[in-house]
């Protein structure tokens, strides 16, 4: 079990930090197309560059078009500093004395739910406004995968619940 606690202590951190840059990014892209600062047209306005801050150094360059800012650029951020957070809650269930709980059963829901039912429907979405590439579509299968393994998992969180409490009935 220390080793399970050790490995979920570095994916959660991992995790938690992904899910920090990501949705710092999309803040402070959000915060610049918003208020224009930062940002500077180029290619005949088809492109932005957006900049670090108090800086011309480009930092992200993204299409100048509405569609692509919502469905290709800011979702996706958004996206996956959400999906990154709950892989985090997810590892920090595994590092607890006991795992079988209902806060972790919860946690697992989230999770699952999250990867099955969100990226299939965002992208679909998104295809009717964007042109939506081949790799984003494993992605999507990929997620789902993710999800149903969650889900399997949750389940036997579940029944581990289920058992530990016959066992403090027996006690």
Known sequence: MEQTNFIARILQLLCRALSIVYFSIFVYSLFCLVTGLWISAYGEGRFLHISYPFTETTFLNVDNSLAYLIFSFLLILFGYAAFFYLAGRVFRAFMQSRIFTPA??????HFYLFNI??????????S???????????LVGIHFILGIFSLFLANIFRQGVNLQNDQD???
């Open 104 to 109: 972790n059963i919860k946690t697992m829901r």
């Open 117 to 126: 039912f969100l990226p299939l429907p965002a992208v679909l979405i998104a």
């Open 128 to 138: 009717f406004f964007v042109e939506v590439e081949g790799v984003i579509w494993i």
């Open 169 to 171: 009935l027996i006690i």
